[in-house]
């Protein structure tokens, strides 16, 4: 059962917490698991557990502990009784399986029975703490390890391990104490509700709680006791079954900072660390508006919707015409008062009714008019008719931001469920899809959208709006990625994690996507539930008429998952994350991510506790560069064995590798030579000419972390900068691909790269000046870029790609690529080329590697903005260099090298061979923060055959989340451009990895 | 709120004779008057039959004041009286809002001083506008389209080469775009493609005057689509040829176009039973 597996997280948290013995970490670990975690770990709650008493399912608990969240023990507590808990825990879980057959029935009811049960009823406890604790001490931590065990085989349903005779006899135990338990809770039943206010009496340590308000969406006010400490989803989940609402991954809480600063109240963070000193008041609204209400799939989650837009349509919020007013209040009257009765509907039924900002007489007696054209229509089909026509409207889902373009003019960006929308006034003047944004990010009031290239257009352009403050940036921010995960992912996207210290929100949405939410109502089954609506008070009924279908027994096994109660989410979070990092790993590995994830787990955990929590200034960019929906799996291989065919081409010399569909895609708006390059380019040539018999090219490739240097550079920096950072920042997870074990991903994960100095240190070479060649400096930057841009557009694209990699933990990697390139014209033109040759220059195989912050590039910026919009060219300076912060350990460094050297079947070795007459040789290195190419051109007379020969040699300095094979193909094909007559003869890979040590931490 | 589908169904038609006046012109040279009367006529009778639309006539006024699409946007039961660039053309205003209510639709007058909005830059899509920054229309003239029609979204769009929206394209079909060559058409509509969150079509014809045509759907459920005749723009008649299942009736309009109209731009198509 799956309700379990958020369990499981919770006890492997537990006791890694309870190893570090983090008590004070508590809440900040609390905000990355469930709930009921917290609610578990009060031992006076177990005895609470009344609701999983009478039918022991896995269901019942976790929303039974939901409500006894509230009345929750401090945190200390816990400390002391994870035992207990495990048995708990373990008794749930062995339970459906020993008797999962005799249950099946049970379940059922369990399920409905939990539905149904109403947030105040809390049990009393009864038993002590000191007996639970007593009981259970000596089993304590050795229990623990055997707890996780079986909780994980529960969840992936192998047979259990050495761990279940333990649970067995925790089964007993349990068991007994169930008995006790269900008698009190018959009693609790005679005796009704009890105030929450007598639960800390009862136990030794106080809770102490706090009183919600929670205004719905019917305009009631809900209000419950709630624990101090709470977290945001304990409050949405007591909202949400008081409403008796299920689908409820498309609503959220809102506070007021004042009138109109609205924020939603992070379910995953506490309560009051959100609204600080604000009142514990809060309003319960739709936070996604489903494109297509007819796939909710209760008529209860649409009427609330239905409230939610009368109210956005009654405040002026979502404009519509006079005619739609008309018609939607028309079904307004249907849904909440019935058919039209001209007795009982005299001229002023409809004066209580708000159906538009300003509503006139006309307006009214249009949606009479109206009304009495709907005839016959259930509460539920006007509710869907309503919906129909109100989804139209082009204004629906927007959630719109004031903010300003770069030329201060005031503008207001609306974030919807297809992308990001700006109006000026009521007008729209651009539009950005999701698929088309690579990059969301705020800086200080700043907010920024990088985009990707239009056709055409060679770079990505970034656009900045001006917020009218930090704050609102970050709102906006938030609810950027929070719509593009729940409209675009299929999963929640990680958060990412960092070892040390990283400014910059963690951000990320961790609920359900739309997606999963979709699958999970699916499987909803439950009669249609009754409730009212407002004004009528009549009772809905259900569109389908059928309300109980009998399910099969897995459906309904798997159901309290897919539903969710805290527990439920919790799983699909770290199902999302297995999944994400599964992309990265094994991506042929498609399906069961349930399964695969277990392994993770601790990892997560681990990582987790010691995160450091940083709620604070800079941003990170949220991975928006996963953009990769559309990209399949099959892509993907389509993409490895692209590049894997492009060594074969190369090795087999054919002429020009193909790329496929998805690589011309992918690569195309990189290869285009911009202006300035192929003038570059020409100059070579002309070179060659002069030359005219041959040349030899070299392509290093060289990779380092580069991590670190962000740090030193300063804002305000180079496009150069920021590809780096992005690298940095999005890329990591490649490097744990390439180490091959679930383990690594972890540690790779960190932003934080501590070593590359060190490397820097070694691979540091003197620099030899160069005189004339600033023109050829200036193209070899150019191909850095493009380099450059490609590992980036593959990390983008393709995090992970490293099968040739075998390195296990690497923190740092270098690659070394090296092409060469040779092409034998047996021409008879020696003669020009022996009176224009050049001065020779020392042979240098490794440029300066200094890694100085050169302005390079600002070239590389261009503007991609549409015509109507005034964007901002931002140089990004950006977060992502802030957020590195170097720790001032500086830990060894072991590398691991390694060089695969390709050369074609076609290289005679004749180069190598006769030694010939050096004409000239000439070297030629430039250089940016991560990479250093170095062009050395020889010039050979060799039998009367000259012989240009033009090794090129990109030491890439990064983060090891480069793509390399990527790089290396794009360094051929970039060859093979810029020479297109001369053949790449050898391409000379050099990686080196630093092995970094165990665990930073 | 328009339901999707709605798009080319009407079942009036304004228009406007042309005045008994020897001599007048246009923009595009002097005006054949014998000739254009002709191609008024033939393009009246289209709509009369095939398209089956009550033809309601005007009585003439300037030359100019055939271009009727210019003075009303059209939606539903709503029409929007514009606010034409040429300060001379607001006169004609008076006789159009009379007609367009006796029709009962719900007129609405642009009160924007500083806005000016010619018709035929707007282009609706069936699911959204798109308004033409142009030197006729201003974006204030936009923004009145905007506020009148709030159920739409409503994008501008930056008209280059110095005619309206409308001169180089129009609605071929649902979803589906017919659009000029020139680089004007194309800037706009790279950037209608960029504004909209559907998928339109692209329906390319050589010539941009040939990208300005009148989709209609006709009674018994199909659609005609009145186009730019052969004779005047033989090249762009084949793509007209690929849309399934229209009608194609072959118009000519160059007279008209001499003072700056299009097809389009000839009547003022209305739907008085927009709810059917």
Same mark, same amino acid.
């Given at each position: 059962m799956t309700t379990e597996v958020g369990s499981e997280t919770e006890v492997k948290k537990d006791s890694e917490q309870a190893g570090a013995d983090k008590a004070k970490d508590k809440p900040e670990e609390a905000s990355d698991t469930p709930e009921n975690q917290k609610s578990r770990k009060a031992s006076s709650e177990e005895a609470l557990d009344s609701s999983s008493v009478p039918v022991p399912t896995s269901q019942s608990s976790p929303r039974s502990q939901k409500k006894e969240k509230d009345s929750s023990e401090s945190k200390g507590i816990s400390r002391f009784l994870p035992p207990w808990l495990k048995k708990q825990k373990s008794y749930t879980l062995s339970e459906p399986k020993d008797e999962a057959k005799k249950k099946a029935v049970g379940e059922d009811q369990a399920i409905e029975e939990s539905e149904c049960q109403l947030p105040g009823e809390v049990a009393q406890p009864k038993r002590s703490l000191e007996e639970a604790a007593t009981e259970n001490q000596h089993n304590a931590k050795a229990d623990e390890k055997e707890e996780k065990h079986s909780v994980s085989s529960a969840e992936t349903q192998p047979a259990k391990e050495d761990g279940k005779e333990m649970e067995v006899e925790k089964v007993a135990e349990e068991k007994e104490k169930q008995v006790e338990k269900e008698k009190r809770e018959t009693k609790e039943v005679q005796t009704g509700e009890i105030k929450m206010e007598n639960i800390p009496q009862k136990s030794p340590k106080k809770i102490k709680t706090v009183q919600c308000k929670v205004v719905l969406l019917d305009g009631t006010e809900y209000s419950c006791d709630i624990e101090k400490r709470a977290k945001g989803q304990l409050l949405f989940d007591r909202v949400c079954e008081h409403l008796n609402l299920l689908e409820k991954d498309y609503f959220g809480l809102l506070f007021y900072e004042n009138s109109d600063q609205k924020n939603w109240l992070d379910p995953s963070k506490e309560i009051k660390r959100q609204i600080r000193s604000l009142p514990w008041l809060f309003t319960f609204n739709v936070k996604f508006y489903p494109p297509d209400p007819s796939q909710l799939t209760?008529?209860?989650?649409?009427?609330?919707?239905?409230?939610?837009?009368?109210?956005?349509?009654?405040?002026?919020?979502?404009?519509?015409?006079?005619?739609?007013?008309?018609?939607?209040?028309?079904?307004?009257?249907?849904?909440?008062?019935?058919?039209?009765? #001209?007795e009982e509907h005299c001229s002023d039924y409809i004066n209580e009714f708000q159906f538009a900002p300003n509503q006139t007489q006309e307006m009214e007696e249009k949606v009479v008019e109206l009304h009495k054209t709907h005839r016959g229509l259930t509460p539920a089909q006007a509710d869907s008719q309503f919906l129909e026509n109100a989804k139209r409207l082009s204004m629906y889902g927007v959630d719109l931001h004031h903010a300003k373009d770069s030329e201060g003019v005031d503008i207001m960006l609306g974030v919807c469920a297809n992308g990001l929308l700006i109006y000026k006034d009521r007008l729209r003047i651009n539009r950005f899809a999701w698929p088309k944004i690579l990059k969301i990010s705020y800086k200080r009031s700043n907010f920024y959208i990088k985009v990707r290239p239009a056709e055409l257009e060679q770079f990505e352009s970034t656009i900045g709006f001006k917020l009218p403050n930090h704050r609102a940036a970050k709102r906006l921010w938030k609810v950027c990625v929070e719509h593009h995960t729940f409209f675009r992912l299929i999963s929640p996207e990680?958060?990412?994690?960092?070892?040390?210290?990283?400014?910059?929100?963690?951000?990320?949405?961790?609920?359900?996507?739309?997606?999963?939410?979709?699958?999970?109502? +699916?499987? @909803?089954?439950?009669?249609?539930?009754?409730?009212?609506?407002?004004?009528?008070?009549?009772?809905?009924?259900?569109?389908?008429?059928?309300? @109980?279908?009998?399910?099969?027994?897995?459906?309904?096994?798997?159901?309290?998952?897919?539903?969710?109660? #805290?527990?439920?989410?919790?799983?699909?979070?770290?199902?999302?994350?297995?999944?994400?990092?599964?992309?990265?790993?094994?991506?042929?590995?498609?399906?069961?991510?349930?399964?695969? #994830?277990?392994?993770?787990? @601790?990892?997560?955990?681990?990582?987790?506790?010691?995160?450091?929590?940083?709620?604070?200034?800079?941003?990170?960019?949220?991975?928006?560069?996963?953009?990769?929906?559309?990209?399949?799996?099959?892509?993907?291989?389509?993409?490895?064995?692209? @590049?894997?065919?492009?060594?074969? +081409?190369?090795?087999?010399?054919?002429?020009?590798?193909?790329?496929?569909?998805?690589?011309?895609?992918?690569?195309?708006?990189?290869?285009?030579?911009? #202006?300035?390059?192929?003038?570059?380019?020409?100059?070579?040539?002309?070179?060659?000419?002069?030359?005219?018999?041959?040349?030899?090219?070299?392509?290093?490739?060289?990779?380092?972390?580069?991590?670190?240097?962000?740090?030193?550079?300063?804002?305000?920096?180079?496009?150069?900068?920021?590809?780096?950072?992005?690298?940095?920042?999005?890329?990591?997870?490649?490097?744990?691909?390439?180490?091959?074990?679930?383990?690594?991903?972890?540690?790779?994960?960190?932003?934080?790269?501590?070593?590359?100095?060190?490397?820097?240190?070694?691979?540091?070479?003197?620099?030899?000046?160069e005189d004339d060649t600033n023109r050829k400096k200036e193209h070899e930057e150019k191909i850095m870029q493009h380099v450059e841009a490609t590992a980036e557009g593959s990390k983008l694209n393709v995090p992970a790609e490293h099968t040739a990699k075998v390195t296990a933990e690497s923190l740092v990697q270098e690659n070394a690529v090296t092409i060469a390139t040779e092409e034998k014209n047996f021409s008879e033109e020696m003669k020009q080329d022996l009176g224009e040759e050049k001065e020779e220059e020392q042979l240098r195989l490794n440029g300066d590697v200094s890694h100085v912050d050169i302005d390079v590039a600002p070239q590389i910026i261009c503007c991609s903005e549409p015509p109507v919009v005034k964007t901002e060219m931002v140089t990004i300076s950006d977060a992502a260099q802030r957020t590195e912060i170097s720790t001032k350990e500086v830990p060894i460094v072991q590398t691991e090298t390694k060089t695969i050297t390709y050369e074609s079947p076609q290289f005679d070795g004749s180069t190598s061979g006769n030694a010939g007459v050096l004409l000239s040789a000439q070297t030629i290195t430039s250089e940016s923060i991560s990479t250093t190419t170095t062009t050395h051109i020889t010039k050979m007379v060799k039998g009367g055959v000259s012989e240009t020969r033009i090794e090129k040699r990109i030491v890439i300095t990064g983060d090891a989340d480069i793509d390399h094979d990527e790089a290396l193909a794009q360094a051929i094909?970039?060859?093979?451009?810029?020479?297109?007559?001369?053949?790449?003869?050898?391409?000379?890979?050099?990686?080196?990895?630093?092995?970094?040590?165990?665990?930073?931490? | 709120?328009?339901?999707? &589908?709605?798009?080319?169904?009407?079942?009036?038609?304004?228009?406007?004779?042309?005045?008994?006046?020897?001599?007048?012109?246009?923009?595009?040279?002097?005006?054949?008057?014998?000739?254009?009367?002709?191609?008024?006529?033939?393009?009246?009778?289209?709509?009369?039959?095939?398209?089956?639309?009550?033809?309601?006539?005007?009585?003439?006024?300037?030359?100019?004041?055939?271009?009727?699409?210019?003075?009303?946007?059209?939606?539903?039961?709503?029409?929007?009286?514009?606010?034409?660039?040429?300060?001379?053309?607001?006169?004609?205003?008076?006789?159009?809002?009379?007609?367009?209510?006796?029709?009962?639709?719900?007129?609405?007058?642009?009160?924007?001083?500083?806005?000016?909005?010619?018709?035929?830059?707007?282009?609706?899509?069936?699911?959204?506008?798109?308004?033409?920054?142009?030197?006729?229309?201003?974006?204030?003239?936009?923004?009145?389209?905007?506020?009148?029609?709030?159920?739409?979204?409503?994008?501008?769009?930056?008209?280059?080469?110095? &005619?309206?929206?409308?001169?180089?394209?129009?609605?071929?079909?649902?979803?589906?775009?017919?659009? &000029?060559?020139?680089?004007a058409a194309r800037h706009a509509m790279k950037a209608m493609e960029q504004l909209s969150d559907h998928g339109y079509g692209r329906l390319s014809v050589p010539d941009d005057p040939a990208g300005n045509c009148l989709f209609a759907r006709l009674g018994a459920g199909g659609c005609a689509l009145v186009h730019r005749s052969p004779e005047e723009f033989p090249q762009s008649l084949q793509p007209f040829q690929k849309l399934p299942g229209c009608t194609l009736v072959p118009a000519s309009c160059s007279e008209v176009a001499k003072l700056g109209g299009a097809l389009s731009s000839c009547a003022l198509l209305v739907n008085t039973r927009p709810e059917a």
């Open positions: 209760e008529d209860i989650t649409r009427y609330f919707l239905c409230l939610q837009l009368r109210q956005d349509i009654a405040s002026g919020r979502l404009p519509c015409s006079f005619v739609t007013h008309a018609l939607l209040g028309s079904y307004t009257l249907q849904a909440e008062l019935g058919d039209h009765d #001209p990680q958060p990412p994690k960092a070892k040390f210290l990283t400014l910059g929100s963690k951000f990320r949405y961790s609920g359900r996507t739309q997606a999963q939410t979709q699958q999970a109502s +699916n499987l @909803i089954d439950r009669p249609a539930p009754y409730f009212e609506r407002t004004s009528s008070k009549r009772i809905s009924r259900s569109l389908d008429g059928a309300p @109980i279908r009998i399910s099969d027994q897995s459906l309904l096994r798997d159901f309290p998952t897919a539903r969710g109660g #805290p527990a439920g989410d919790k799983v699909i979070d770290i199902e999302g994350a297995g999944q994400a990092k599964l992309k990265e790993g094994s991506r042929e590995e498609n399906g069961s991510p349930v399964k695969t #994830p277990q392994l993770e787990l @601790i990892q997560d955990g681990k990582s987790n506790s010691l995160r450091v929590d940083g709620e604070n200034i800079y941003v990170r960019h949220s991975n928006l560069m996963l953009e990769d929906l559309d990209k399949t799996q099959d892509d993907l291989l389509k993409h490895q064995a692209s @590049i894997s065919e492009l060594k074969r +081409n190369f090795m087999e010399s054919t002429p020009e590798p193909r790329p496929n569909e998805w690589e011309k895609r992918r690569i195309a708006p990189l290869s285009l030579p911009a #202006p300035g390059s192929s003038h570059e380019t020409l100059d070579i040539v002309e070179e060659k000419k002069q030359a005219e018999v041959g040349r030899e090219e070299t392509v290093v490739i060289d990779e380092t972390n580069k991590g670190k240097m962000q740090v030193a550079t300063d804002a305000g920096e180079t496009c150069k900068v920021e590809h780096l950072s992005k690298k940095d920042s999005s890329s990591l997870p490649s490097d744990s691909s390439s180490s091959s074990s679930s383990e690594s991903e972890d540690e790779e994960v960190g932003e934080y790269h501590p070593h590359h100095r060190a490397i820097e240190e070694v691979i540091r070479e003197e620099q030899e000046e094909k970039e060859a093979k451009e810029q020479h297109p007559d001369m053949s790449v003869t050898r391409v000379v890979v050099h990686k080196e990895t630093e092995l970094a040590e165990e665990d930073e931490e | 709120m328009a339901a999707p &589908g709605a798009l080319g169904r009407y079942s009036h038609a304004v228009v406007r004779a042309l005045p008994e006046v020897p001599g007048a012109a246009g923009p595009g040279g002097p005006l054949d008057l014998a000739k254009a009367q002709r191609q008024l006529g033939v393009f009246t009778g289209i709509l009369r039959q095939p398209l089956g639309l009550q033809v309601v006539a005007l009585p003439p006024a300037a030359p100019c004041a055939v271009l009727l699409e210019d003075l009303a946007v059209l939606q539903g039961d709503t029409a929007l009286l514009t606010r034409p660039w040429e300060p001379a053309r607001r006169d004609e205003l008076g006789s159009v809002r009379a007609v367009l209510e006796e029709l009962r639709l719900r007129v609405v007058a642009v009160t924007d001083e500083g806005a000016t909005l010619d018709g035929s830059d707007v282009l609706f899509t069936g699911r959204e506008f798109f308004v033409g920054i142009s030197r006729w229309t201003n974006h204030r003239g936009a923004e009145m389209v905007a506020d009148t029609f709030r159920d739409f979204a409503v994008s501008t769009v930056p008209v280059g080469g110095g &005619g309206h929206l409308k001169s180089f394209c129009s609605m071929a079909a649902p979803d589906t775009i017919a659009i &000029g060559s020139s680089e």
